[in-house]
């Protein structure tokens, strides 16, 4: 049995997508990549790159802001060229940052569905009506298509009763003020990956370091999320391009006290104009401060390595030991330097790695005396989403 599964990831400044080639069906199909392809730059510099499944160019295009203001204008640019170019169809998935309490998994989306999936906005403002645009395109355009919806949070409903909570009154958590952890397709993928690669230290205790322009840490106990460094929103944790991470609470009411700020500009401050960016004053993009020789650019660079090892610190406490650190995304597959960083500040876990392996981008970067294992695998939530479309449609 063949399918053509489009599996798209729309975050708040790009759309992201991918085509499969599906041979069989269940966990045993094959998933032969046909398309990948990104608009990014979305209302500052608009590009649409698609490339083949060989990595040969097919687009590369820039457009004016204005012609892509939104990712709905976005959505629509995508789905045209699909069009366009016959590109076959045979189901779409999704990526939906915010499940709620209530979906441990990915689901076939329908009408009501929908409606829970909308009804979730309050708890990401920000991020899930740009998810849903694609859906409403989507089932627009072609009614006749399965569509599935895989959650950034549902990896980490295994999460135990104390990793699930915050210190506030009970009321709050039953309405769902919960820590819910964000970046689950990327954590669910490097779990499967570590258990075909590395399966010993699969079932053992290992922190995922998911390091791009959103950064956070799981630890996996057996395959398994317990614990992880996003919560309630992907504001929380370690430091990220433009989040500042953890923050004490009465830092928010100070800006609001102190500053006038109301949620909106809050809402503005927090997502977009701390972390990296605001510490250095330069750039969010972690190539531009490592070749910078500003005294804010070290700071700010200094500083996402030190929140990043106090955190390994904790969720190592959680796991009772660490087996392994996995690196993974943007920064965690490219950034040898900051790796090695991490590591040195955690070499009381036993940590420690060969700077020729680390380099040369080796699956297993670790020294030999090393006594637990560092390794980089790159992270793929497209092909994790098209995992979760043939798990749910079945043959
Ligand atoms: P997103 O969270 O948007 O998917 P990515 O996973 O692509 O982001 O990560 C983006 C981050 O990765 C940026 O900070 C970028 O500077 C960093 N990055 C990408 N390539 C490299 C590289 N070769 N060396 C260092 N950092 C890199």
């Known amino acids: 049995m063949q399918r053509h599964l489009l599996a798209i990831n729309a975050g708040s400044s790009s759309i992201k997508f991918q085509l499969f080639r599906a041979d069989g069906s269940g966990p045993d199909a094959r998933l032969e990549r046909r398309l990948v392809g990104q608009l990014d730059g979305i209302g500052s510099h608009p590009r649409l790159v698609i490339r083949d499944g ?14 892509v203001a939104s ?3 976005a959505q629509e640019i995508v789905a045209d060229w699909l069009s366009a170019s016959a590109t076959p169809l045979d189901a779409i998935g999704h990526r939906v940052v915010h499940g709620g309490a209530d979906f441990t998994g990915p689901v076939p989306i329908d009408t009501a569905i929908l409606a829970r999936i909308a009804a979730l906005t309050p708890l990401a403002p920000l991020h899930q009506p740009k998810n849903l645009a694609p859906i409403h395109s989507w089932v627009r355009r072609r009614p006749d298509l399965p569509q599935v919806a895989s959650f ?24 769902g003020v ?14 499967g990956r570590l258990r075909e690669a590395a399966p010993s230290l699969a079932s053992g205790r290992v922190i995922v370091a998911h390091l791009g322009n959103g950064c956070s840490l799981c630890a996996l106990k057996d395959g398994r999320s317990i614990d992880s460094s996003m919560s309630f929103t992907a504001l929380d944790g370690v430091a990220m391009g433009t989040r500042p991470g953890s923050l004490d609470p009465g830092v928010v009411l100070y800006l609001m006290r102190e500053k006038g700020m109301d949620a909106a500009r809050l809402e503005r401050f927090l997502y977009h104009e701390c972390g990296l960016k605001g510490m250095s ?4 993009d972690l190539r531009v401060l490592e ?3 500003d005294p804010q650019a070290r700071l700010a660079l200094d500083f996402f390595v030190h929140r990043i090892g106090k955190e390994l610190g904790a969720l190592t406490a959680v796991l009772g030991g660490l087996d392994a650190l996995v690196f993974t995304a943007g920064i965690g597959e490219n950034a040898a330097d900051i790796r090695a960083r991490i590591v040195a500040m955690s070499a009381w876990a036993g940590l420690a790695i060969d700077p020729a392996k680390n380099a040369a981008r080796r699956m297993d970067i ?17 092909r994790m989403i098209a995992r979760h479309m043939l798990a749910v449609l079945g043959g």
Request: no cysteine; charged share 25%; net charge negative.
């Open 366 to 382: 670790s020294a030999p005396e090393a006594k637990a294992r560092t390794l980089v695998l790159p992270t793929d939530e497209e």
């Open 71 to 73: 990712v709905e204008a």
């Open 281 to 284: 004053g330069i750039s969010n």
């Open 54 to 67: 060989a990595a040969a160019m097919l687009v590369d295009r820039g457009f004016a802001t204005g012609e």
């Open 291 to 293: 070749k910078s020789d």
């Open 152 to 175: 950034d949070t549902a990896f980490h409903r295994s999460h135990g009763a104390l990793a699930d909570r915050f210190a506030i009154p009970e009321a709050l958590y039953a309405e």
């Open 178 to 191: 919960r820590r819910y952890g964000f970046h689950g397709l990327s954590y669910e993928f490097i779990a």
